[in-house]
């Protein structure tokens, strides 16, 4: 510090304990608990550890000019009932102006069961779109050309199946499977840890995920391989710190395990995403971005040697924060989502999905959809945050945040290390214990007061919320049952025997199972029947009871 920044600073110290003003309580912090003080100066070597936007270590963003170049994809979220359903929802947010799709599926797809498998009763389209087979997919697809459009699939443990899928309609367009866009989240790590849509036990499944790898190097280079996930790790209540530093130890695990398959790290880096919670905090989130893109860079050069400088810069989507949203008072949810869609934007997102306000009642209506999607052309077109990259870059608090992240993040990185790494840290459940504690810390404070959510422990109104609560008809159930079994008594069952078989040899040995889930859903085999053949071979993941 020089000598006149010391001068100042303590001239300022002198008048603040002067000053008869109280302070509004005895502590500030950020959500996550890290100490606020009142002010902050510079620190460190600037240049160094900051640089500049599209340059190492990529702290002031991704791009050199972020959105001045391009806005970020304005991606929502979308998914109910059956494919035509959702297929309507998708034209609608695209005649809105939406930039790319998402698609949500329902819990039996997210956990390979079809959706007339005695396990699927009672949630088929409930909380995504249905899809068993490849002719659900086209139909969600309809109209809509895959090599014109942008898709991120949220799928974990049948990810390579629904992006053989996806791959398969693209090929019936007559589109070349090289120049598709899109990602899925293909992040199983954080399913054992804090979502629970698991099949598989750990080994197979980071198999599947380096069959991928492998493939879409060749076949899809444009695809984004895996979307690792803090968001849901966040949303279980894990704090911000923990939420980067599990996320990239989940990263660096993918990597060794892609390494270990014989891949090189400039060959699958490149397509390696990183999907992020933007909660309340907004000073918090925004060092929280920075931070991680600055820390993830570190570690690619550190463990990895990586060369190429689309292995080092780690780009991200987000998704506003669904445990926020309250039943009480919904319209409030709006001026949330604003908020945290605002720590994304000015934290360096590359995508972006905006919650609706009626997600804490049911699934968004349209009216509540295009709000939201609205919130971010709102912030792109009218505010002034897009037109220049990185601008609280010196603020001297969200710098002092970043640091103190980054050095969070690491701490946690180097326990996972010393545990065998993330695999191993999922399996003695580490992470597990570390986001029940922060989530029941975080209860603590809302249910003490110490906390303030508006319209649930403060600033209250009675009455049930006067607003339109969307469901899905149960006949959808219905109609998927008996539109599976008409394509069950159409296809060729000789075919589909000759697929399954070669499916469990397959599974036994080392063969990349990409093409064979192609050949297998382009035979008309279901979604189902492929992840059961794989549980005969493979079993299913068990949890611990308790750790």
């Known amino acids: 510090m020089s000598e006149d920044l010391a001068m100042a600073k303590q001239s300022w110290e002198e008048e603040v304990s002067r000053s008869a003003r109280p302070e509004r309580k005895e502590r500030f912090e950020t959500a996550s608990g ?38 970020w994809t ?66 969600l697809f309809r109209g809509i050309p895959l090599d014109q459009v942008s898709t991120s699939m949220t799928i974990n443990a049948p990810a390579a ?21 899109g990602t899925i989240q293909n992040d199983i790590l954080k399913e054992y840890v804090a979502r629970g849509t698991y099949i598989f036990p750990p080994k197979p499944a980071m198999r599947l995920i380096t069959d991928v790898f492998r493939y879409c190097r060749e076949a899809v280079p444009q695809w984004n391989t895996i979307s690792i996930s803090g968001y849901h790790m966040r949303e279980a ?18 990597v060794e395990a892609a390494l270990e398959s014989g891949l ?57 924060a669904g445990s926020t949203l309250t039943a009480q008072q919904p319209e409030n949810n709006v001026v949330r989502v604003a908020l945290q869609a605002l ?51 010196g603020s001297y608090l969200v710098e002092h945040l970043t640091d103190e992240i980054e050095a969070g993040a690491r701490e946690y990185i180097e326990k996972i290390d010393e545990l065998g790494g993330a695999p191993a840290a999922v399996e003695a459940g580490y992470m597990q214990s570390q986001i029940q504690e922060a989530a029941y810390r975080d209860q603590i404070r809302v249910e003490t ?35 599976l079994s008409q394509v069950r008594e159409a296809r ?31 035979a008309e085999v279901t979604l189902g029947e492929i992840c059961g053949q794989l549980r005969a071979v493979w079993g299913e993941y068990v949890p611990a009871e308790s750790f």
């Open 237 to 254: 209540g894990c704090t911000a710190v923990q939420e980067i530093a599990f996320t990239l130890a989940n990263g660096i695990a993918y």
């Open 34 to 71: 890290l100490p606020l003080e009142p002010v902050y100066l510079p620190e460190g070597n600037y240049l160094e550890d900051r640089g500049f936007p599209g340059q190492l270590p990529f702290t002031r963003g991704a791009q050199s000019t972020m959105y001045r170049g391009r806005l």
């Open 264 to 320: 090189e790290v400039d060959q699958i880096a490149p397509q390696l995403t990183f999907f992020f919670n933007a909660h309340n905090d907004l000073l918090e989130e925004i060092a929280k971005f920075r931070a991680a893109r600055r820390l993830w860079a570190k570690l690619m050069i550190e463990r990895f040697d990586a060369k190429d400088p689309r292995s080092i810069r780690l780009r991200f989507h987000a998704q506003t």
């Open 343 to 393: 720590a994304a934007i000015l934290g360096g997102t590359q995508s972006l999905h905006t919650n609706s306000m009626d997600e804490a009642l049911g699934l968004p209506t349209e009216r509540a959809a295009r709000t939201a999607l609205r919130t971010q052309q709102i912030l792109a077109h009218e505010s002034g945050i897009a037109n220049t990259a990185d601008p609280l870059g």
């Open 492 to 522: 060729d069952g000789g075919a589909v025997q000759d697929q399954l078989g070669r499916l469990k040899n397959a599974a036994e040995g080392t063969e990349n199972l990409m093409p064979i889930f192609i050949d297998c859903l382009e």
């Open 449 to 483: 007061q110490q906390v303030l959510v508006v319209g649930v422990n403060a600033y209250r109104s009675d009455g049930p919320a006067a607003m339109e609560i969307m469901g899905v008809d149960p006949a959808i159930e219905s109609a998927q049952r008996r539109h």
């Open 74 to 139: 304005m991606r929502q979220y979308a998914g109910y009932a059956d494919a035509a359903e959702t297929n309507r929802r998708f034209r609608y947010l695209l005649d809105q102006g939406q930039s790319g799709l998402s698609v949500a599926f329902d819990l039996p797809t997210q956990i390979g069961y079809d959706a007339d498998d005695p396990l699927a009763e009672g949630e088929v389209g409930k909380v995504g779109v249905s899809i068993s087979c490849l002719e659900d997919m086209e139909t």
């Open 161 to 181: 199946i629904l992006l053989a899928m996806y791959i398969a309609v693209a090929r019936k367009q007559g589109a070349d499977p090289s120049v598709l866009r």
